[in-house]
C-alpha cells in the first residue's frame, strides 16, 4: 500500500460527459502529479500540484483541469470526455517539490463510451 | 530531444534466468534515475533509485542497477528471476535541472515456468 488514495477505481460515462478524479496523497505529502495512462501513448504526465499551488503542466488538455485543496488532496476534472481520453489516471505525490520519488495510487480506470 | 528509451518493448525469460532491462536517457548532465514496477491492476512501485554516489544501486525484490555515465545507461538487473517479476517495468527521469519526472514507455516482462 502507498499510502496513495484514488476513487473511483472504475468510471464508465458517455462522451461529451465530465467526470472527477480525486486523489488523496500520501500523509505529509505536498505534491502531488496526475498521469495518464494508454496503450498507444504510455505514461504521459498531465500536471503537478505542490502545496496548493499550479507547480508543472505536461501534456493536459484544455478540456482538462486539477486542483489542489488546502487539505492537500487533488482533483482532476475531465470534461467534453471523447473515446480517445479512455485510460488509466494515476495520481502520484511526493513529499518534495523536485525529485524525491513518486508515490502512485492504484489509478481510476475511465471508460468513455 | 531530451527522452528516455526502454528499447525492448517485451521480454521472456524463463525462471530462475538471469535478467536484464535496459534504459538509456538524453538528457544533459547525470539526472536522478528510477525503475519502477507495475503488476496488472496496480499503480507503480518504486524498485530502485539513483541520485548520486555508488553507481550500483540495490533496490527491493533483488533487484539491482547500475548507473553508466559514459553510455547514458541505468540498467535494471536480476540474478535469477521468479514467476511473481511477471509485471511492467518503468524507467523514469528527473533532469537535474527540473523536476518533472519522464518515463520510458516500459517494458512488458513474461516468465515462464
Known amino acids: 500500500d502507498s499510502g496513495v488514495t484514488q476513487t473511483p477505481k472504475h468510471l464508465i460515462t458517455a462522451t461529451g460527459q465530465r467526470v472527477t478524479l480525486r486523489c488523496s496523497p500520501r500523509?505529509?505529502?505536498?505534491?502531488v502529479y496526475w498521469y495518464q495512462q494508454s496503450l498507444d501513448q504510455g505514461l504521459q504526465f498531465l500536471i503537478q500540484?505542490?502545496?496548493?499551488?499550479?507547480?508543472a503542466k505536461g501534456n493536459i488538455l484544455e478540456r482538462f483541469s486539477a486542483q489542489q485543496f488546502p487539505d492537500l488532496h487533488s482533483e482532476l476534472n475531465l470534461s467534453s470526455l471523447e473515446l480517445g481520453d479512455s485510460a488509466l489516471y494515476f495520481c502520484a505525490s511526493s513529499a518534495w517539490m523536485n525529485t524525491g520519488e513518486l508515490f502512485f495510487g492504484e489509478g481510476s480506470r475511465l471508460t468513455v463510451l | 530531444a531530451q527522452s528516455v528509451t526502454q528499447p525492448d518493448i517485451h521480454i521472456t525469460v524463463s525462471e530462475g534466468a538471469s535478467l536484464e532491462l535496459r534504459c538509456n536517457y538524453s538528457?544533459?548532465?547525470?539526472?536522478?534515475l528510477f525503475w519502477y514496477v507495475q503488476s496488472p491492476g496496480q499503480g507503480l512501485q518504486l524498485l530502485l533509485k539513483y541520485f548520486s554516489g555508488d553507481t550500483l544501486v540495490q533496490g527491493i525484490k533483488g533487484f539491482e542497477a547500475e548507473f553508466k555515465r559514459s553510455q547514458s545507461s541505468f540498467n535494471l538487473r536480476k540474478p535469477s528471476v521468479h514467476w511473481s517479476d511477471a509485471a511492467e517495468y518503468f524507467c523514469a527521469v528527473v533532469p537535474n535541472t527540473g523536476n518533472q519526472f519522464y518515463f520510458g514507455t516500459g517494458t512488458s516482462l513474461t516468465v515462464i515456468p
Open positions: 500540484y505542490y502545496n496548493g499551488e499550479e507547480r
Open positions: 538528457y544533459g548532465a547525470t539526472p536522478y
Open positions: 500523509s505529509g505529502d505536498l505534491s
